[in-house]
Nanobody, 120 residues
Framework: QVQLVESGGGLVQAGGSLRLSCAASGSIASINAMGWYRRAPGKQRELVAAIISGGSTNYADSVKGRFTISRDNAKNTVYLQMNSLKPEDTAVYYC??????????????WGQGTQVTVSS
């Protein structure tokens, strides 16, 4: 069994910063890509940022230059540092990880979601 646990969301004023964390645990053989999606009220789910095991990253255009994704492979944890936050960043943020489980195949697992609210 694999579990992803998120932390770090909250309420912040525009221009502020937050750091999200997502730790994977369980019967993990290896982790390929990890990343973050978000869903704002009335909008479609959006890929915010992703990072593969080798360290390559990609970002949504809307967050480039403001958000930074990183990972600690020893801790099976992915982070999202969010700076210069804007009200339009308000959403529920979900982490994911593409995990090869012990003696099994690769699956995508999801965190429980964490609310980020940016006030103007």
């Amino acid at each position: 069994q694999v579990q992803l646990v998120e932390s770090g969301g909250g309420l912040v004023q525009a221009g502020g910063s937050l750091r999200l964390s997502c730790a994977a645990s369980g019967s993990i053989a290896s982790i390929n890509a990890m990343g973050w999606y978000r869903r704002a009220p009335g909008k479609q789910r959006e890929l915010v940022a992703a990072i593969i095991s080798g360290g390559s990253t990609n970002y949504a255009d809307s967050v480039k230059g403001r958000f930074t994704i990183s990972r600690d492979n020893a801790k099976n944890t992915v982070y999202l540092q969010m700076n210069s936050l804007k009200p339009e960043d308000t959403a529920v943020y979900y982490c994911y990880a593409d995990i090869k489980i012990m003696r099994g195949s690769e699956y995508r697992f999801w965190g429980q979601g964490t609310q980020v609210t940016v006030s103007s």
